[in-house]
């Protein structure tokens, strides 16, 4: 497994950005396709966005394509999430996930998850 440490979360008013960030250890993480997935209030948790290991890969959910860019530094064992035109639906707790195999990561069903960062947006 690898450990998952996100940052960046917080309070921002319609059409501002966020860019959130995730901190990996453990398992070599250059060799793990990353992503986030967030829950609102009373809703499941959805996917938000992959990127392959070595980050020539991403997806995308259709709601956020546009305005969310998901990267990754492997020398520095981060990911990111530059989160721009935020709307009031975007609102959650954000989740970092990880595994080794992309597809699995994709349907939420990641080895290894961090606790997770709230992103609010007002109207």
């Known amino acids: 497994q690898v450990q998952l440490v996100e940052s960046g979360g917080g309070l921002v008013q319609t059409g501002g950005s966020l860019r959130l960030s995730c901190a990996a250890s453990?398992?070599?993480?250059?060799?793990?396709?990353m992503g986030w997935f967030r829950q609102a209030p009373g809703k499941e948790r959805e996917f938000v966005a992959s990127?392959?290991?070595?980050?020539?890969?991403?997806y995308y959910a259709d709601s956020v394509k546009g305005r969310f860019t998901i990267s990754r530094d492997n020398a520095k064992n981060t990911v990111y999430l530059q989160m721009n035109s935020l709307k009031p639906e975007d609102t959650a707790v954000y989740y970092c996930?990880?595994?080794?195999?992309?597809?699995?990561?994709?349907?939420?069903?990641?080895?290894?998850w961090g606790q997770g960062t709230q992103v609010t947006v007002s109207s």
């Open positions: 996930a990880a595994d080794r195999v992309g597809s699995r990561l994709r349907l939420g069903r990641g080895d290894s």
């Open positions: 453990g398992r070599t993480v250059s060799t793990t396709s």
């Open positions: 990127i392959s290991s070595g980050g020539g890969t991403t």
